[in-house]
């Protein structure tokens, strides 16, 4: 999707409010996949929430207060996100990308993940011989915050 298609799907949604978004991602891959030249995508489907002042979150607030104690100092650049659209779009100011914020919901968020290799829908064990080991070595808790490359958007509504 396009930034003004993005723009025009979220127009009447009112902060808060839970949409379905659908992004494709590209894992990182091992050397002997980029080498052969196989192509591997995931695509997610989930319910999050859109437009939340992400700084009146109980767990984000809780992270700034651990690390005020921790007696480590912000660093000036911490954040490299300006707002281009209020809790919702926001612009790295490294990289010029233009990135959705989204909420997730710890639970009812209905995440479904689907894998390609070269076009085909595979099971993600099949996926497993081409990414690097550590994709899959995650925690496997969502943060409580999402940054979603716009240009990765397929779908996005309530």
């Known amino acids: 999707m396009t930034i ?5 799907a979220i127009k009447d949604i009112k ?4 949409v379905r978004v659908e992004y494709e991602t590209i ?3 091992t050397a002997s996949a980029k080498k ?3 192509c591997v995508s995931k695509h997610t489907t989930k319910v999050a929430r859109l437009g939340v002042n992400y700084g009146h979150i109980a ?3 809780a992270k700034d207060i651990i690390r005020q104690t921790s007696g480590v100092e912000k660093q000036e650049h911490e954040n490299p996100y300006v707002w281009d659209l209020k809790d919702i779009i926001a612009r790295n100011i490294n990289n010029g990308n233009l990135y959705l914020h989204i ?9 479904v993940s689907e894998w390609f290799v070269d076009g085909k829908q595979v099971d993600v064990e099949e996926v ?10 995650r925690s496997g808790e969502l943060p409580v915050v999402q940054k979603i490359n716009i240009n990765n958007i397929i779908k996005i509504g309530r």
């Open 128 to 137: 497993k011989q081409y990414v690097v080991p550590s994709y899959f070595n």
């Open 4 to 8: 003004n298609a993005i723009l025009d």
């Open 36 to 38: 052969s030249g196989v």
């Open 59 to 61: 767990q984000v607030i």
């Open 27 to 29: 894992p990182s891959m």
């Open 103 to 111: 909420t997730n919901v710890p639970e009812n968020s209905h995440t």
């Open 15 to 18: 902060n808060g409010t839970f």
